[in-house]
């Protein structure tokens, strides 16, 4: 999990917290400044959210590329085991 996203969550609940604060009494700043720090918390969210799929694809990608390469060298492999049968048979 990406620190955006602990981060946002954190941001979201005091936010949050700040907000029915500032309602409970009377404040309005405090609500306002509740309401802009979860804003802020979920925008942190999102972020985080991008960069963990980005990794996630990143990862997919390697891991295909290293399956691919993996099949590859056993085709090689293949190849020189039977050109060794082929030329003992001779």
């Not at 955006?4 to 405090?30: H, W």
């Not at 979860?38 to 990794?55: F, M, P, S, V, Y």
């Not at 099949?71 to 039977?82: D, F, G, Q, V």
């Amino acid at each position: 999990m990406d620190k955006d996203r602990v981060q946002g969550t954190i941001d979201e609940l005091v936010g949050s917290t700040k907000r029915q604060v500032g309602e409970l009494t009377g404040n309005p700043f405090t609500q306002v400044e509740g309401a802009a720090q979860q804003i802020k918390g979920k925008i942190e969210n999102a972020i985080g959210e991008l960069k963990d799929a980005g990794r996630d694809a990143r990862d997919h990608i390697l891991t295909a590329h290293e399956t691919h390469e993996a099949e590859e060298e056993i085709k090689r492999e293949e190849r020189k085991a039977k050109l060794v049968h082929d030329h003992n048979l001779m």
